[in-house]
């Protein structure tokens, strides 16, 4: 059983930083063949987007609204998932989710089976 969550949420003022962090529990690489994992975000009233994405040969993928700002990273001997979000905005707040699955396909919810419970980000301005 995949088990994956959230910390590192909170509220901040516009310019300000974050680091998120994911962890994962319940499997390994090689057992549930995960080699993608990625961070979403869902603002009130809007559909669930993709953020960033990274797999095991380190490759990584962002959104065009957070290049340049945020960089996804993975411990993986800690099994630990970060995004580190700087230079925030009011329209980054969301509630951030963390999901896996086994390859990194497009930056699409539809196409990752395994997601985190979210940390709320909230950036006032």
């Known amino acids: 059983q995949v088990q994956l969550v959230e910390s590192g949420g909170g509220s901040v003022q516009a310019g300000g930083s974050l680091r998120l962090a994911c962890a994962a529990y319940g499997y390994t690489y090689s057992l549930y063949s995960i080699h993608c994992m990625g961070w979403f975000r869902q603002a009130p009233g809007k559909e669930r987007e993709g953020v960033a994405s990274i797999d095991s040969d380190g490759t990584t993928t962002y959104a065009d609204s957070v290049k340049g700002r945020f960089t996804i990273s993975q411990d993986y001997a800690k099994n630990t998932l970060y995004l580190q979000m700087n230079s925030l905005k009011p329209e980054d707040t969301a509630t951030y989710y963390c999901?896996?699955?086994?390859?990194?396909?497009?930056?699409?919810?539809?196409?990752?089976?395994?997601w985190g419970q979210g940390t709320q980000v909230t950036v006032s301005s």
């Open positions: 999901a896996a699955d086994a390859i990194c396909s497009r930056l699409v919810a539809g196409d990752f089976a395994y």
